[in-house]
C-alpha cells in the first residue's frame, strides 16, 4: 500500500537533482548530481528480486520476528539482513529498508559522488560537503526544530529510524523516533527496530542507549519520547 511521505516536502538539496523511484512497494527519494532514475530502478529490482527469490525458497525469511540462519547459497544482500537481525535480535526483514537504501546507494555512487537515498526514513548518504538532515518525530516538540549534521567524513553512512507513533513499519515500543547511525544499511535498520521495541515511555530513553552500546557496529543513536531524548556516540546535532 501506497503511504504519503509528506516529510519529503521538507527535503531542499539545491545543489543535488531530486528524483523518485517507486518498484512494487520500495518508494524511494534519491538526491544526486543528475538523472539516476534507470539505473536507480535497475538497482531496487536487483535488490527486490535477490529478496523475493530467496523468500520463495524460504518464506520464513519474511515472517519470522526472531533471527533465522539462512541458506549458504543465499545472496550476500540476504546474508546481511540475516547477520544484522542475529546482532539485534530481531527478524531479518527488519532490515529490509535500510540494506535496499545501503544497495541502491552504492549502486549509484560510481555515476554521482553525491548520492542520497531515502527509503521510507531509511537514508544512504555519501556526501563531499556537510548536510543537515531534519528529524521528523510525530507530535513531539522536536519534530521540524531539531537535525543531524552530517560531516563528509563520516559518510558513506546509512541513517535509519523506527517509531512507535509514527508510519507503518511494524514496532512494539512507544518512541517517536530512534534513529541509529552506521556504516552497514542493514545493521541501522534493525538496530533501530530493535531499541525501538525496548522504548515504551521516557524513562527507557536510558535503557535504549545502554542496548545501542552493546550493538556492535553503531556509531551513534538519537532517542526522542514526546519531549526528552538522548543521544549516544557520533552524533552531532543542529
Not at 153 to 159: F, V
Request: charged letters at 30%; a positive charge.
Amino acid at each position: 500500500m501506497y503511504q504519503e511521505r509528506r516529510y519529503r516536502d521538507w527535503i531542499r538539496e539545491d545543489d543535488l537533482l531530486r528524483q523518485e523511484v517507486r518498484v512494487g512497494e520500495t518508494d524511494l527519494l534519491i538526491l544526486a548530481e543528475g538523472d539516476l532514475r534507470k539505473e536507480a530502478i535497475c538497482a531496487v529490482k536487483e535488490a527486490r528480486g535477490q529478496i523475493e527469490e530467496y523468500i520463495k525458497k524460504d518464506p520464513s525469511f519474511a515472517s519470522s520476528l526472531t533471527p533465522i540462519k539462512v541458506r549458504e547459497d543465499a545472496p550476500f544482500l540476504i546474508k546481511e539482513m540475516a547477520l544484522s537481525a542475529l546482532s539485534c535480535k530481531v527478524g531479518p526483514m527488519a532490515a529490509v529498508a535500510g540494506a535496499i537504501s545501503e544497495y541502491v546507494g552504492r549502486r549509484l555512487l560510481p555515476y554521482s559522488k553525491e548520492v542520497i537515498v531515502e527509503n521510507g526514513g531509511d537514508i544512504f548518504m555519501a556526501t563531499s560537503r556537510p548536510r543537515k538532515i531534519g528529524i521528523y518525530a510525530g507530535s513531539s516538540t522536536f519534530t521540524g526544530s531539531l537535525s543531524l549534521k552530517v560531516e563528509p567524513g563520516q559518510t558513506p553512512l546509512s541513517i535509519c529510524t523506527s517509531s512507535g507513533t509514527v508510519g507503518h513499519s511494524l514496532s512494539f515500543g512507544k518512541s517517536d523516533a530512534v534513529v541509529v547511525l552506521s556504516k552497514n544499511g542493514a545493521l541501522a535498520d534493525a538496530a533501530a527496530t530493535r531499541i525501538g521495541n525496548a522504548i515504551k515511555e521516557k524513562k527507557d530513553i536510558d535503557r535504549g542507549i545502554k542496548l545501542a552500546k552493546k550493538i556492535k557496529g553503531i556509531e551513534g543513536v538519537l532517542i526522542i519520547v514526546s519531549d526528552s531524548l538522548g543521544v549516544f556516540g557520533d552524533v552531532k546535532l543542529g
